[in-house]
């Protein structure tokens, strides 16, 4: 077996810039650099520490960097940069050892959740905000260049987020150090041509560099296609897109996903949350088509130790028959230095499949993430829907003082075409809110809420009491008001203006009748008949002046007409004409006069 010092020399770790004191180096026994997709790239080294002498030169958050060291005109590659963030001191049998962990940049982009909005912004101008934010500098930026309207990160890590917006775009990203890549993965094809281990260094090849392969092709869960569908409100139709079943994580000469899907007759595979935008929804169903095709072709594969095979770099498989044999595009590997086997890389392709304990334990990114499920309380903060579709922006107090969502629909009871109750939340209303899917950028108003401030016209105590609802009312801004009262006494309908100076009552309850009353003039009128009809009662009309006005003729008729007047009474007009059929009688209590220019009796 080699010697030790043959094994831990060709890992160099540094830190805070500088190398390791030989007495300390010399007590190396094993290192290992993970990089992963879905993960901050990790280490772990491991002393023998009978005298406690490492655990003072590795503090918390010093800066790590391990490199390889190799002869060649290559120098030192550098595989992992990072820092400190776990010391561990652990009894073997009566030896003592310390163990340093760390991560890379990417660890501070899971610290923490926030509930922020971007509003009017591309996937590359949120991606630049979120790594700044974090203290990472922006390296490679590739993604759809649409302006979104608003989009939500809803209470998650910016590690979280930033893999929506990855799923979303069709891209990975990766932290090398502290500078963020975002863009889409490396398809396998840009694997070597060459077969040959020792003329490429990313050439997996049997008898050669590699110690040990697992490859394997299958059908299971595999779809020949992937559909999303969403609703667009706007057209008020469903919006489809479609992808074919493809992968860029493993090309096979003779297998597709699409393929092997086909003959053992898989089903589409149908997505129903879209957002009901065809853009964004056909970003996303190639990027389903992906996820899932990425299964069909998986490699689990230890080769001598190899600096170049890294997360996403694209390795060709060599010597292990069809239909194996191919490129791939490595999603995890592995740097193993240890005394026992030496220098060894374990590289896995797996497309987005994390197979860490951290993905199988189910903190990884997966299909589709976890949703808000049941209902919350928000306020409006707008109502103004430049776009006319009656919709209002919220915001959340439970989850932050600053975010506001963007448009949201809202419900109304009987709504459709010209039809509905049409009852708009006012800003600064508290409100009922549920999301669509679960997505907490997709929220729906349901009704609005009262509470301790917000209270009913008069209080509650007009509204029930113990022997149980008293009334039920629709009141608007200014105290308009349609009330239902069933209080006991009464069983009415009211029509209210002006905290009741205009009142328009219908009983349903006693003589069942209807009142009218108003503080102001009263008017009706009509472009045909006006008709006032009682069966059996009277019709009374009672004024301080009454004035009959008709622009043809005035008819009274009843088989009794009285005209009395407390002082007067005056029939002026150029004719007047008293007829009776039968009997007809003039007296007065006083004097009787008739006049004119010729008087004719009989």
Known sequence: MPALDTYTSLLVVQVDGNELPADIAALLVRGRVTDGVGLPDAFELEFTDEHAKVAALFPIAAAISLKVSQNGPGGSPVLFEGEVTALEREDFGGALHTRVRGLDGAARLMRGTRVAAFVECSIPDIVRKVAQGAGLTVGRVEAPAGVLPHVAQDNVSDWTFLARLARLAGATFTVTGKRLDFGPPTPARDAPTGTNARENPVVIEHGANAQYVKAVVTAAEQVANVSVRGWDAATKDVVVSKADAKTRSAELPDL??????????????????????????????????????????????????????????????????????????????????????????????????????????????????????????????????????????????????????????????????????????????????????????????????????????????????????????????????????????????????????????????GEKGLEILSEGPVSVTAKTDVSITTNSGKVVVSA????????????LEAPQVKLKGAAKVEVSAPQVAVKADAQAELSAGAAVTVKGAIVKIN
């Open 544 to 555: 301080s002046t009454i004035a009959l006005s008709a622009k043809d003729s005035l008819e």
């Open 256 to 509: 597709t996903p699409a393929g092997i899907a086909k003959k053992v007759g898989s089903r589409e595979f149908a997505d129903v949350w879209g957002e009901g935008r065809a853009a964004s929804q056909d970003k996303l169903a190639a990027s389903l088509a992906d996820r899932l095709a990425g299964g069909f072709a998986e490699v689990e594969a230890q080769v001598t130790g190899n600096p170049d095979i890294r997360c996403g770099v694209a390795v060709n498989l060599s010597g292990f028959g069809k239909p194996f044999d191919g490129r791939y595009t490595v999603s995890e590997t592995v740097h193993d230095f240890s005394a026992s086997a030496g220098y060894s890389t374990t590289a896995v392709v797996a497309n987005v499949s994390d197979r860490s304990l951290f993905g199988v334990a189910g903190a990884g990114v997966a299909l589709h993430e976890p949703r808000i499920s049941g209902v919350t309380s928000a306020v409006v903060t707008d109502n103004l829907d430049p776009e006319d579709q009656g919709r209002v922006k919220l915001k959340f107090p439970f989850a932050s003082d600053d975010y506001v969502s963007g448009w949201a629909r809202t419900v109304h009871v009987g709504a459709g075409p010209e039809r509905g109750n049409v009852v708009l939340p006012e800003v600064g209303d508290e409100v009922l809110v549920s999301f669509e899917h679960g997505f907490f950028d997709r929220p729906f108003v349901l009704g609005g809420l009262f509470n301790g401030k917000d209270l009913p016209d008069g209080g509650w105590k007009e509204y029930v009491d113990s022997k149980g609802v008293l009334r039920r009312a629709l009141v608007s801004r200014t105290g308009m008001r349609v009330e239902f009262v069933e209080d006991g006494s009464s069983e009415t309908v009211q029509l209210t203006t002006n905290k009741g100076a205009q009142r328009v009552t219908l009983r349903q309850d």
